[in-house]
């Protein structure tokens, strides 16, 4: 069984800085492209970043480029988010994905920006 365990949420000032991880389980992780989502309330999820099966390329929105950071340490089958410089419309529902498709989520962990 597939599970994805996303965690590192909380509320924070604007300004600051907070690391997510994402811990996964019953798959080859190593053999994964991952991502991370958000969603904001009354919104659609939308894309944040994504890095390749190696680690070596990463991708991100426009909005989060220079502010965002995904990671990963194949060894302990963790993917990671550093969120620097944090924005009050960076609050959302975060969720981390394995493989760019609808199979395998996580159950998303809370980031709260606050003004």
């Known amino acids: 069984q597939v599970q994805l365990v996303e965690s590192g949420g909380g509320l924070v000032q604007a300004g600051g800085s907070l690391k997510l991880s994402c811990a996964a389980s019953?798959?080859?992780?190593?053999?994964?492209?991952m991502g991370w989502f958000r969603q904001a309330p009354g919104k659609e999820r939308e894309f944040v970043a994504a890095i390749s099966i190696g680690g070596g390329y990463t991708y991100y929105a426009d909005s989060v480029k220079g502010r965002f950071t995904i990671s990963r340490d194949n060894a302990k089958n963790t993917m990671y988010l550093q969120m620097n410089s944090l924005k009050p419309e960076d609050t959302a529902v975060y969720y981390c994905?394995?493989?760019?498709?609808?199979?395998?989520w996580g159950q998303g962990t809370q980031v709260t920006v606050s003004s």
């Open positions: 994905n394995a493989g760019g498709g609808d199979d395998y």
């Open positions: 019953g798959l080859t992780f190593s053999s994964y492209a």
